[in-house]
């Protein structure tokens, strides 16, 4: 009966697939993957962002920061998506939520959202790189991969918090989320006009994009809020700026978000 069954699967063009870990910039891909899968994870248990998810849920909640940008950006490009032909994508954003999950049990609030932040600097620049690589493969023109480029890079985000019932980060005050993406492409278009091989273009590309994200973090750079309508007034999302945070600066914000960490022997009320 096993080998009955065996040989319909073959004859009807099942299997199992080969796990693939390099070439083709797959290695990058794996690790953008695997640090927003991470983040998917760690936002999801989030006290903002936290919707009573099960355990599955907060594993779904990563194969859609790990896997949402590639799938999105694969399908604008007319291809089947790599996370579905290469068993390695799932399998390293499932470890990753993991992991996310674990973390977000560990003592120490501060720490996690420390580790978000950082994870998250790490991952947008990677993802931007691989967006304008693959557009640019494409033959698409310079608004058009920088239009994949941003799309690859912020989709999984999108669908977190569209998922979490909050606003998208993409569309509300953040420290340059989706100038970081727009500027790591178009540096990488440039170094690629000029003749850069890859991996000069994506060392250097992510090097500004990742400094960039990084300053803007400490320094508290975000992009001017629209002028408000009248009769309506400004909400305040509490959300604490990483400088502020190491700085031991943010009490208000990490309140407001649940990411308050008790001094050790503090009575409860």
């Not at 993409?170 to 170094?191: K, N, P, R, Y």
């Amino acid at each position: 009966m096993m080998g009955i069954g065996a040989g319909v699967v073959a004859a009807g063009g099942i299997h199992f697939g080969g796990w693939k870990w390099t070439g083709d910039f797959t290695g990058i891909d794996l690790i953008a993957a695997g640090t927003n899968a991470l983040n998917g994870a760690l936002l999801a248990r989030r006290p903002d962002h936290y919707k009573n998810f099960t355990i599955v849920g907060i594993l779904l909640m990563a194969m859609l920061g790990g896997l949402g940008g590639g799938i999105t950006r694969d399908v604008l490009l007319n291809k089947v998506p790599g996370a579905f032909t290469n068993p390695a994508f799932i399998t390293v954003c499932l470890v990753a939520g993991v992991i996310g999950y674990s973390v977000a049990f560990a003592e120490g609030q501060l720490f996690r959202e420390g580790l978000f932040q950082l994870a998250t600097s790490f991952s947008l620049p990677w993802y931007a790189i691989i967006g304008a690589q693959a557009a640019a493969a494409a033959r698409l023109p310079v608004l058009g991969i920088l239009a994949i480029a941003l799309i690859a890079t912020t989709a999984g985000r999108y669908f977190i918090d569209v998922s979490c019932g909050v606003p998208p980060k993409q569309f509300v005050s953040g420290e340059l989320f989706v100038v970081t993406a727009l500027v790591t492409a178009a540096v990488w278009i440039a170094c690629h006009a000029a003749g850069l091989g890859p991996w000069p273009a994506a060392g250097i590309s992510f090097a500004v994009g990742f400094t960039l994200r990084v300053a803007a973090l400490y320094m508290g750079w975000q992009v001017p809020l629209a002028k408000e309508p009248a009769g309506v007034y400004l909400h305040s999302d509490g959300r604490p700026l990483l400088g502020r945070k190491i700085a031991g600066k943010s009490a208000r914000e990490m309140k407001d978000l649940g990411l308050a960490v008790e001094p050790a022997g503090a009575e409860k009320g």
